[in-house]
C-alpha cells in the first residue's frame, strides 16, 4: 500500500518482479476491500498468488507465509 493516506490501488508483485499488477479499487471493490483488511495496519505484507489465465491471478489473503521473505 502506498504509505501516507487512503489508496484507490495496490500494487502486487513478485521477488523478481516477473509480473506486477495493480488491484484497483474502482474495479475490483471486493478484493481491495480483502487485501485492505488483510494488511491490517500495515504498508506491505507478503502472500501467495498464482497465475491462472492470462489476466487472472489468486492470491491468499487469509493465510500469511510461515516467515517472511528477507528482499
Not at 495493480?22 to 481491495?32: A, Q, S, T, V, Y
Not at 507478503?46 to 489473503?61: H, K, L, P, S, T
Given at each position: 500500500?502506498?504509505l ?28 481491495f ?39
Amino acid at each position: 500500500m502506498p504509505l501516507g493516506g487512503q489508496s484507490s490501488h495496490i500494487f502486487v508483485y513478485d521477488q523478481q518482479k516477473s509480473f506486477q499488477l495493480f488491484i484497483h479499487k474502482d474495479l475490483n471493490l471486493d478484493i481491495f476491500n480483502e487485501a485492505t483488511r488483510a494488511f491490517g495496519g500495515w504498508s506491505k505484507m507478503y502472500r501467495w498468488a498464482q497465475r491462472v489465465g492470462d489476466q487472472e491471478w489468486r492470491i491468499c489473503f487469509d493465510q500469511a507465509p510461515g516467515v517472511d521473505p528477507h528482499w
